[in-house]
């Protein structure tokens, strides 16, 4: 390789690299790239000294400053807390109704009940509340046990058939063909005719020889025209919205050996103040009495 090598055309000196008669220049680095990476350099001294930096053994370099993320994070989740806390209390000592009636409360509780639906109730009645067969839909206004702020209030509080709760929501369909009330002609019959009264399609005459069958043994719970009555949480009947199953079986099945819902009491795990908060929330689905 030549020394200095001085090339025609730029006068810049070369490298003395060289391919297939390419020769590389040896242009210096622009001044402000150059100080450009001295300040980077600087900087990342500063960083080092100031902040956590090298990790060591069993710890790690502190920094001047003592920061550190942890300490950050649990220091505005603390803020977030007691911000939250001011709103905690008012809601616990608000009745329903008064948080429904203020702004600020109700969009609290409103946040508040959506996230503790998310954690605690969405498994069952879905992350939209919309349910699933033996799950009720919670978005609609058909109740199995009421709408109004302090059904919903209740229903959350003491569950249903839940056998640890004295205040639970009980009742019980009896086993028709089970306990041999009912004959399974009988029970196809009748199961014919709660399809009838919802306006399915079914046989007119098999469903015409159940009338008399459901207005002896159901109509005590579900209303003469399968309307329901929510004291005793059973479901209408005549309408569109099916608990279980539409099906003529599976109604034929619920006849003779009834299935059960049984709903927690969430009472005992959770705070009031949620409890009040789920019920805004859940009243403000759209089915809200
Ligand atoms: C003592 C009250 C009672 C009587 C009597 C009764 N039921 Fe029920 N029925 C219930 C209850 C309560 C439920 C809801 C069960 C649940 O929540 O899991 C229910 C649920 C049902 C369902 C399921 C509804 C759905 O949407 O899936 C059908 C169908 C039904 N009953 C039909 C009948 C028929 C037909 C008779 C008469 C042969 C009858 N029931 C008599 C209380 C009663
Ligand atoms: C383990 C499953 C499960 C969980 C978890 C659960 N539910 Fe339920 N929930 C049910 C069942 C089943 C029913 C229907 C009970 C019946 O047969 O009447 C029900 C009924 C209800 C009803 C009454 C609906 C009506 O039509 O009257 C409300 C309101 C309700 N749940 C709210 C909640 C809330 C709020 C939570 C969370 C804090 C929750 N549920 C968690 C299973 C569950």
Known sequence: MSEKEIDDISGVETTGHEWDGIKELNNPLPRWWINTFYIT???AIGYMILYPAWPLVSDYTRG???YSSRAELSQSMSEAQVGQ???LDQIRDASLDEILASNELRQFAMAGGRSAFLVNCSTCHGSGA?????YPNLNDDDWIWGGTLDDIYLTIRHGVRFTDDWDTRDSAMPAFGRDGILGRGEIVEIAAFVRSMAGLDIDPA???RGAEGFADNCAACHGESGEGLRDLGAPALADAIWFYSSDADAIAAQISNPKH???PAWGARLDDGIIKQLTVYIHSLGGGE
Do not use: D, S, T
């Not at 919309?130 to 033996?134: C, H």
């Open 41 to 43: 350099i600087l900087w």
């Open 64 to 66: 001047y400053l003592g």
């Open 85 to 87: 806390a001011v709103y």
């Open 130 to 134: 919309q349910g699933a067969p033996g």
């Open 206 to 208: 098999l469903a015409a």
């Open 261 to 263: 819902g049984v709903m």
